[in-house]
Nanobody
Framework: QVQLVESGGGLVQPGASLKLTCAVTQGAVNQETMGWFRQASGKEREFVASIAWNFGKTVADSMKDRFTVSRDNNKNMIFLQMNSLKLEDTAVYYC?????????????????WGQGTQVTVSS
């Protein structure tokens, strides 16, 4: 069974950068679409980014000038580079895998989820 393990979260100040990593274990990330979502305390889960097997990608409009998604199929990993972090970026960030070959923005279109990594932006 595929397992997703996120890492790279932490406590940073506004304006800082973080790079999140999602490692796919007991499975492969070659052809599946992978995504990043986040959930702030008391709020619904929110789409962040999606990347397809052919490296087609999309990032939420509110984040596209600061966040970048990438993948390394050889290492079975995907990444989320987050720059110029803001207070409102504070959330638990989740990695997810979809059986689709195309980018997906809805959480319901993802089948497997990681446990999440906490990102806290605070001054």
């Amino acid at each position: 069974q595929v397992q997703l393990v996120e890492s790279g979260g932490g406590l940073v100040q506004p304006g800082a950068s973080l790079k999140l990593t999602c490692a796919v274990t007991q499975g492969a990330v070659n052809q599946e679409t992978m995504g990043w979502f986040r959930q702030a305390s008391g709020k619904e889960r929110e789409f962040v980014a999606s990347i397809a097997w052919n490296f087609g990608k999309t990032v939420a409009d509110s984040m596209k000038d600061r966040f970048t998604v990438s993948r390394d199929n050889n290492k079975n990993m995907i990444f989320l580079q987050m720059n110029s972090l803001k207070l409102e970026d504070t959330a638990v960030y989740y990695c997810a895998q979809s059986r689709s070959f195309f980018v997906k923005e809805k959480a319901s279109e993802y089948d497997t989820w990681g446990q999440g990594t906490q990102v806290t932006v605070s001054s």
